[in-house]
């Protein structure tokens, strides 16, 4: 299912999540033999670490902050969506949600700034190695829980005394166990990263920032001078 995250104003995060409880819906009363993975929407609310041509772009067609802000709604409303659990009804179908992306933060360079090469050219979708790199985030994913992402990490395969995915029927203390260990796990692995980065994107905000500023003055001074030449030749034409 896909959610247009351009149209944040008419797909609220109520409204979103009343999309997915309606699709899943169907899938538990047409689908047999399924295991649905539940994955939350990456935060794109990164246009400040984007380059110049695309960042304007970016700011012209979306309100400011809205993406960014529609992100951290649906990532709560995932987390709100209690609905998962009335689809435990049957030994053949399941739905677990996979929060690898709720506190993912974009891939860098070496430099600071945003690795566009896990992103299409519009700088929104995922390019073929970001669709690489989601699709191994989800295979370990299914083996123990975590709430971030990074590049490098190796892929992981089942245990053999476990070999099969965990969902809250056929392994629910285990699965609440790891899920609690490897988040608080991947909390502190990812603090030093995170505040790093954090500081990183700042700064790339404020050289954006400046930037742009410079653009639009450099644009209000070429109208003014273009005003006052038409008028002069106005005039000119008027004592002829």
């Known amino acids: 299912m896909k959610i247009e995250l351009t149209g944040w104003e008419a797909y609220s995060a109520e409204n979103y999540i009343g999309y997915i409880r309606e699709a899943l819906d169907i899938f538990h009363a047409e689908v047999p033999r399924a295991f649905v993975n539940l994955v939350e929407v990456l935060n794109i609310g990164f246009a400040s670490t984007l380059p ?3 960042a304007v772009v970016h700011i012209l067609t979306k309100r400011e902050g809205g993406t960014s802000g529609l992100c951290c709604c649906l990532s709560k409303s995932y987390k709100g969506l209690g609905c998962i659990w009335r689809y435990d009804t049957r030994d053949d179908f399941t739905v677990v949600d996979q929060p690898f992306f709720s506190e993912t933060e974009v891939p860098t360079k070496e430099d600071g700034s945003t690795d566009l090469s896990y992103f299409s050219p519009d700088c929104f979708h995922l390019s073929v190695k970001g669709q690489e790199a989601a699709a191994y985030a989800l295979l370990n994913q299914l083996d123990k829980k975590r709430i971030s992402w990074r590049p490098g990490v190796p892929v992981e395969c089942p245990d053999e005394q476990a070999p099969y995915f965990y969902t809250r029927k056929n392994s629910p203390k285990l699965n609440q166990l790891n899920k ?11 603090e030093p990263e995170n505040a790093e980065k954090g500081s990183t994107m700042r700064n790339s905000a404020t050289i954006t920032g400046a930037v742009l500023g410079v653009i639009c ?3 209000a001074v070429c109208g003014t001078v273009y005003h006052i030449r038409k008028k002069r030749q106005s005039s000119s034409y008027l004592k002829i």
């Open 52 to 54: 110049l041509v695309v």
């Open 180 to 190: 609690h260990e490897n988040i608080q796990n991947d909390k502190q692995e990812n």
């Open 217 to 219: 003055l450099v644009a």
